[in-house]
């Protein structure tokens, strides 16, 4: 574990393992079987994502750097000044960074992350490059509903920063559950910058989540691998592998383990069968037209103010507001 930047606090919400433990026995009873795609993130899972955004098929992360580096001036003058930047999710603070450099007297940096390890380390480096925004980085679990430490001075405006299409790995009706969450945790005229992978060609799509390398194998592999350690399941890590594949009508790729064969998984005192072919579906990253999350958003009682795309529209950039 990364060593933590004297002076900086971290609330610590983390679930436990008696957490992790009851979501996946509830999982593997359901039909059917599904495990939330939050269980990819652990130390090596971050790391394994990290590759992912390296890889040439995986066009989202480019795209969306992209995007950042000819708007972020634009984007920051659309925020304005004093703003308190919470952002969901930690990432590799690339595209953070960028924000930050060009937002004015910014009041305070508040990254929500459930990887302990991703999040320090994005704070280290964050708070050496920009020493004079308080850091204010908070261990958990955004899906549920969070405190937001108390900041130091009064903002102008809470924005919510939400980047990487990480709003796609969300069914629709949870994907308005955060927005909505969001809405009530930006302040009154708050803001919400999204990063929302666009709909297109599905071969170019698939390929993002079947890359010639087999990192996203590897990364999809890897939450047998952590639970086996971390709750004592016994995955037969070589028993399953990696399927993902673009439902075209529901506008997603669906990402699954598939059993190999039949085969038992005991966890705690559980035993769960797998026929083989089984599916267990693990992750959903849903892809959307300017018109579908114009939708999913007024759900929510959001409007998007403005988009940022780049040329062969991939990928956008939004800015939504109550
Ligand atoms: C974090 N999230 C937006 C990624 C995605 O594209 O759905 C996670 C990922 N899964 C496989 N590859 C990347």
Known sequence: MSAQPKDI????????????LETVRRGLAAKPKRLPSRLFYDERGSALFEA???????YLTRTEIAIMREHAGDIADTLGPD?????????????????????????????????RTALMESVADLATRFPSVPMQPVCADFTQPLRLPVATRSPRRTAIYFPGST???????????????????????????????????????????????????????????????EIGADFDIDGFRHRARYNA????????????????????????????????????????????????AHKAGLSVEKVWMDEARRFSVQYLVR
Not at 9 to 20: F, K, L, N, S
Not at 83 to 98: A, D, F, N, P, W
Not at 192 to 210: F, M, S
């Open 9 to 20: 606090r971290v609330d610590d919400r983390h679930p436990d393992v008696e957490d992790t």
């Open 52 to 58: 992912i955004c390296e890889q040439p098929e995986y």
């Open 83 to 115: 703003v308190r930047l919470v952002e969901y999710g930690s990432g590799s603070g690339i595209k953070t960074r960028m924000l930050l450099e060009h937002l004015r007297a910014p009041v305070a940096y508040v990254p929500v992350e459930i990887s």
């Open 167 to 229: 709003i796609g790995n969300f069914e629709t009706k949870d994907a308005v559950r955060i927005l909505r969450q969001m809405r009530a945790e930006m302040s009154d005229g708050g803001g919400i910058i999204v990063g929302v992978d666009l709909k297109k060609d599905a071969a170019e799509i698939e390929a993002a989540y079947n890359d010639a390398a087999g990192v996203t194998r590897d990364f999809t592999l890897n939450m047998l691998v952590r639970l086996n350690r």
């Open 249 to 296: 009508m529901a506008g997603r790729i669906e990402t699954d383990l598939v059993s190999t064969k039949r085969q038992d998984v005991h966890v705690g005192h559980d035993t769960f069968a797998f026929r083989e072919d089984e599916a267990m579906h693990v992750e959903y990253s849903c892809k959307y037209s300017l018109d579908d999350f114009a939708q999913m």
